[in-house]
């Protein structure tokens, strides 16, 4: 009946029983008495051993509000979790480990090092190449979408164009398709190549489709044929400025004159050869 406290009657008749209060909970010890929050050290003192852990510690190439930051959170944590007021060298070390903890994790986290362990190497970490080196596959999605794609641009084009494409695309070249739809293959090719432009408009519409890159013709007054022309001072360089109404240089006369020349002699000895053969 004592552990249960004193019984009292309610206005029921019952006998009811109530928990006398316990005994108050011991005050917490009292902190350690300090002048301030950073046991004296003043702002402009914090920044200047920030500043020199900064500097100090350039390992890599980092910037240096970065390390000027690590420095000065550890430094002001060190402040505030010490039981005593620290010393200078104290701090200068607080900072200093941080700056180099910090860089050293972004260092690793950046070049893929597995356990920020140097000697493993760049791209050690198991999902480093895994992130960056991704195999060159089409995603599924672009597969289906364009194999949907390209039959609603065939139904889009109709007529000869789909029906010259599917051709291509059953044979495999110009030739097999033009025989399996019993036309020249010169009619085939031009017939295919208006095709492809009508199907690459429709294709990249509303922008405009990119020029496809051809070789240039034989004849079309490009760089690439004109490299193939005989140059001046040549025969055929004069026989080209006569052909074109160009005006002709003395040293394509020269040449053409000389080639004229030879081709002359080259023919009497030729004559007076057959002559001498036929009178033996």
């Known amino acids: 009946m ?12 019952h006998l009811v029983y109530y928990q006398p209060p316990g005994r108050e909970p011991a005050t917490a010890p009292e902190a350690p008495h300090r002048p301030d929050a950073l046991w004296g050290w003043t702002l402009a003192e914090i920044h200047a051993i920030a500043r020199t852990a900064a500097l100090a510690n350039r390992w890599l190439v980092s910037d240096f509000i970065i390390r000027y930051e690590a420095a000065w959170d550890a430094i002001v944590d060190e402040l505030l979790a010490a039981g005593a007021r620290p010393e200078a060298h104290d701090l200068a070390r607080a900072g200093k480990g941080a700056v180099s903890r910090t860089l050293l994790k972004d260092f690793c986290h950046t070049y893929g090092v597995a356990g920020r362990d140097l000697y493993a190497g760049v791209g050690s970490a198991p999902r480093f190449a895994a992130y960056w080196h991704e195999p060159d596959r089409e995603r599924a999605e672009d597969q289906i979408t364009e194999r949907i794609a390209v039959w609603q641009v065939l139904a889009a084009l109709g007529g000869r164009h789909a029906k010259i494409l599917t051709a291509l695309a059953a044979a495999g070249d110009n030739r097999a398709a033009a025989a399996a739809l019993c036309i020249r293959e010169s009619s085939y090719a031009a017939y ?12 990249f519409a509303p922008e ?17 044929n004109m490299s193939r022309l005989a140059p001046c001072g040549t025969p055929g360089a004069f026989r080209r400025h006569k052909r074109n109404d160009e005006e ?7 040449a053409n004159a000389r080639h004229d020349s030879q081709r002359r002699k080259a023919r009497r000895a030729r004559t007076r050869a057959q002559a001498e053969g036929a009178a033996a």
């Open 2 to 13: 004592s552990g249960r406290g004193k019984p009292r009657r309610a206005r029921s008749g």
């Open 248 to 254: 002709i240089d003395d040293a394509c006369r020269e």
């Open 192 to 203: 295919a190549s208006q095709a492809r432009d009508a199907f690459e408009e429709v294709w």
């Open 208 to 224: 405009t489709p990119p020029r496809r890159i051809r070789r240039p013709h034989r004849y079309a007054p490009s760089e690439w």
